[in-house]
């Protein structure tokens, strides 16, 4: 069972039942999911935890849906990587990678999908729908093929080829939108007052952004229960960011682990940085921006939850960064060459972001810091097709092959002498 | 602590000390890793396993390495995900799928290099390397680049772009040969003679294929400590078929699981079937094949352990299919729609073939049956692409995409009233 009880206005903090809503009717604040800890903290222990699916469904009296209606492919319970390599590189005593790369269709998306089925099954419905900036495609239509359900999926129609097909392949009802995000966004959020489907990122999205919270709940689980001192974290909406936040202090509330003093850090692609920027100039208000990065996956130029987002900075003593489209790319590849992770670009935004917050300082090299890579690299191989080395080509010899190594190392070696004598 | 304790010749039972060696100095046959069982039965219990970590080391009494040199990106223990709609479309009561797609590379390749570079580490290599279709040079470099190893990565100059970039990005110093993975393998081995390098697959293959009877080992645990009634695997060299089945063998030898009775089939590409055309004919010897055929990954035209995995039929009472390329496409967006997972062609081959087996009696309705999927999609999207139902494209308006839904359900009904008519 689900020990949710109410959605609640997150401003003015009305309450309402637990409806397919999302916004309050008075001030239009918007809802989220309020649940009674107190029985959830007499259910959950360490070792209830310990004997669940290695998935995140280990979580489910934290989750508002009654599991007998998961879709499960099999998503959460990720790799948390000790990343010694990188955090030598970067100047870090200690750092970990929680990879999310590995779940079902290979992005965190996974997480927040797999509660909004589950809920939008609860509910009756029997069409699951989202707008997207790919990943979210993936996994919804990865997931309405799994349950049956009639799955349409609206993505802007400049996307990453892997991420077309990526959602192709599942055969959805695949709408490509000429226009932006916020514009698919726009269209999305007019269809779902007349259609009869759960858009999981706006009818039902105050259940869909609750699965990000498993991200902490692993995160804490997998250190030992307890926080680290500082996470990095992407930022598109800013729906992730916050929840993690919000899954750390729940699970002291219901007193599997210390009170957390973890700080919050987000990272924006300079390309599109609406949140980062507000940050900067030390606002809560940022101004929507037009994205012009190749970070597609966290191009939101008007995202919903920054203000939120920007007072979790505020109350944890995080902070912000934004990296440009060449950081992200140089980023991608240091994270594979150090710690044999592929990352699609939004993990080279976070690698990178957390290499200027070490140094600039806003990371102390003595803080232990979780990096949260959320996809993978297969998803956006242009970005990153032409900067990489170039392989030897040779023909099937052993001979040719040494030679052409020789050269290979006879030129790096002049190029490092060159560059040595400069 | 490893509780292997020799090397033993397949064909004449000669033992030779652990040493990195891989055929029998007296009848050139291949070795295999030998255990001490007792000892494993004495250490290993249900219960053991079920208190280690998320990953295949969690059967680390049976691996023929010291955990202490293990290169860890969290491999293993994959989801096995019930798929009732697979089931039903190709006529099955009982289906499993075993999704090796969310391994830190997207395949299975992931277990066998784990074993292998934790063994190179012990012996005292500090180079790497292997001769792939692919998927292997995607997993060797990542874990190369992990454990900070000089990584040498050989490669076919006419694979998928997502296996050439998914190598490319940990920078090894990746070598695209102008030939055949058979021609590849052969230089190789030349060249595991004279260099200081651990070629996974070669010199020390003994370690690195046992590292594919964790699957076996997975699979009987989620299924509540048994074994299922068939099993189809792809065969590329026909190793990773073999060890599932030793692996369900050594459960029961260790005192964990009852005797095995599982009928084990395996699934080639028309393309490239050297084993499953001898199956065909009834013999042991297969003859080498010059593969063509879009399933690169398990386009091994002589396979190792072609003669192996035939003996395991036979033990068995399995068998052996091959799909053509419009079948393993076919296959692939079948696999997608009806359960949500998106496999690579090797994926699609495995499928086809499930099918065939049903389809011709060979698997009954009423065996439990588990496929093995071993990669993920987004390596092969040139498979695909081109093959799949074409998008809706609209401008970003409500009405107009309403409309363009309204013109597709018009066709398609008129498609399939005409279809119905004829």
């Keep these: ?88 590189a970067i100047g870090l005593d200690t750092l970990w990678i929680k990879n999310d790369t590995v779940n079902p269709t290979w992005s ?30 993936n996994s919804v239509a990865a997931h309405g093929a799994h349950a049956g359900m009639d799955t349409f999926v609206f993505i802007p129609d400049d996307l990453e080829e892997g991420k077309v097909v990526g959602s192709a392949i599942y055969s959805p009802a695949l709408v490509m939108v000429r226009g932006s995000y916020d514009d698919v966004n726009r269209m999305c959020t007019e269809l779902s007052h007349d259609q009869p489907w759960a858009f999981v990122n ?39 960011f916050t929840k993690i936040w919000k899954g750390f202090k729940e699970l002291h509330q219901v007193g599997l682990i210390d009170e957390p003093q973890t700080r919050m850090s987000g990272s924006q692609a ?17 101004r ?21 987002a920007l007072k979790t900075m505020q109350e944890t003593e995080g902070g912000a960064e934004m990296a440009t489209d060449q950081e992200i790319i140089d980023a991608v590849k240091l994270l594979a060459e150090t710690e044999g992770i592929f990352a699609e670009t939004a993990g080279g935004v976070t690698v990178a972001c957390l290499k200027r917050m070490v140094e600039s300082g806003h990371i102390r090299r003595d803080e232990e810091t979780v990096a ?51």
């Excluded at 009674?36 to 699916?53: C, F, L, W």
């Excluded at 699951?128 to 790919?134: L, Y």
């Excluded at 300079?270 to 940022?286: D, R, V």
């Excluded at 900067?387 to 052409?404: H, I, K, N, W």
């Design 1 to 88: 069972m689900s020990y949710a009880q109410a959605l609640r206005c997150r401003e003015c903090e009305r309450e309402y039942p637990l409806d397919p809503a999302f916004f309050c009717q008075f001030c239009f604040g918007p809802l989220e999911v309020d649940y009674d800890y107190e029985a959830i903290s007499r259910v959950m222990t360490r070792e209830s935890v310990a004997a669940g699916p290695p998935t995140l469904w280990r979580y489910a009296p934290l989750l508002p849906c009654d599991p007998e209606y998961k879709v499960d492919l099999g998503t959460g319970y990720t790799p948390l990587l000790r990343a010694d390599r990188l955090a030598e």
């Design 288 to 308: 929507p921006q037009k994205p012009n990065t190749i970070a597609r996956s966290l191009a939101i130029g008007n995202p919903a939850d920054g203000f939120y």
């Design 108 to 137: 965190f998306k996974d997480r927040v999908v797999s509660v909004a089925i589950a809920r939008a099954r609860q509910f009756g419905f029997t069409g699951i729908a989202c707008a997207s900036t790919g990943n979210l495609a």
């Design 372 to 422: 949260f890579i959320t996809g993978g690299g297969l998803k956006t191989i242009e970005a990153v097709q032409g900067q990489l080395t170039e392989p030897l080509r040779v023909p099937a010899s052993s001979d040719a092959f040494l030679e052409a190594l020789e050269a290979r190392r006879a030129t790096e070696a002049g190029v490092a002498v060159a560059a040595g004598g400069a």
């Design 270 to 286: 300079a390309g599109c940085s609406p949140i980062s920027t507000a940050y900067a100039e030390g606002t809560l208000n940022f």
């Design 202 to 240: 706006i009818n039902v999205r105050p259940y869909y952004a609750e699965g990000s919270r498993t991200l902490a709940y692993e995160v804490a689980e997998q250190l030992g229960w307890r926080t680290p001192d500082h996470c990095v974290v992407p930022m598109a909406s800013g729906s992730l």
